[in-house]
């Protein structure tokens, strides 16, 4: 008899279609989220899961479910994920990393820029009829080329960032838990390892692409952006509890900093009312690694991680404590 699995979301329908060539699937086509007490009752019965970030993987749910050998994060982030107790439980999981590295630093550059340029503010003002004129301060902003980048969690995305600024003539700036190989931060456009205080001070431009835990949750929060540029931007890619709302839509109402890009939020996909009240900045729903290639790419990454685990091999981005 073929394992049960749970797919959590909706799927690429191919990617559900290879799914059932191993496994009795029960699927959520229609994209519910389930609540906890559901995603629970869901998972009863089944040897694993394809799960997305919207899944809370913990003690908690693991308690209430038997037989679960493996659950497969369509992500590249497992935040949503506790490690320590699905250890604990005998569950494997996996997530996606290295297939959207290179789209979402497409993305980070697009939302940067945006901020920067004002792009969406821009957009808004024309379509509301507004234009009526050329003037020669409408829409002023940062420049992007020459300047300095500080990209805060250099992984392999953080390096993907980094390696598109040689086209644009710009220093580099990183901080990361620990610093890359000399021939890494080459290859990242001569990135120069540096304090999170230093790097803030001096960029021109922070861009967030750090893992988010307990040790980076609020990591930019008001002291943060009090030592930021007035003309700084600040963009975030990463997870959105590494931004404190409350003291960003502070920061931006006076101008403490210029503008930021905001592609994850703290609550998604609830947000902060007031950030909609603010024109100097650009929010976007989850959406860098939105490429239709990248999140197929994705999508069977998770599937094979779950086919391997449960069919007796070690699934190939299996995570560990
Ligand atoms: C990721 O892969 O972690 C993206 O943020 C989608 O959740």
New binding site residues.
Partial sequence: MKPAILVARAVFPQVLERLHQYFEVESNQDDHIFTPAELASRLQGKQGALT??SARINEDLLQQVSGLKMVA??????DNIDLAACHAHGVMAS??PDV?NET?ADFGWALMMAAARRITEAEHWLREGKWTKWRYDYFLGPDLHGATLGIIGMGRIGQAIARRSMGFNMKVLYHNRSRLSPEQELAANHAVYTGKEELLRQADHVILVLPYSAASHHAIGAAELGMMKRTATLTN???GGIVDDVALIAALKVKQIASAGL??FENEPKFHPEFLTLDNVVLTP?I??ASEKTRLA?AQCAADNLIAGLTGDMPPNLLTL
Wanted: aromatic share 4%; net charge neutral; proline share 0%.
């Fill in positions: 997305t970030a994060n369509m992500a590249v982030g497992y997530n996606t959207l979402t890619l990463a997870r592609d994850v989850h860098a690694s994705m």
